[in-house]
């Protein structure tokens, strides 16, 4: 047998192997399946003081002022914020 035989056959045999195992994975994958719950949201919205914008807590700018902690979604309400806190006292 030449070289390129051997190269065919190999190759016909590796396509023919193939397509059964994927039909044999076809046959098992139609079993029903249990589906997992979806992870619960661990970050939580807040309230941004200036705007009124709801900001995800994790990625909100902090300020804690007179033992209170205020989020931000930007660093331009912030300083509005506290423009305005200081205004007032």
Known sequence: MTPLKLVVLAILFYVGYRLLVGAVRNKFANK??????SPQVSDL???DPVCHTL????QAIRLQH???????CSE?????FIK????KN
Do not use: H, R
């Open 45 to 47: 919205l807040v309230e």
């Open 55 to 58: 900001v995800p807590q994790g």
């Open 32 to 37: 029903p399946s249990v589906e997992k719950p």
């Open 66 to 72: 007179e033992n209170q902690i205020y989020y931000f």
């Open 76 to 80: 331009a309400c912030c300083s509005q």
């Open 84 to 87: 305005e806190k200081g205004e």
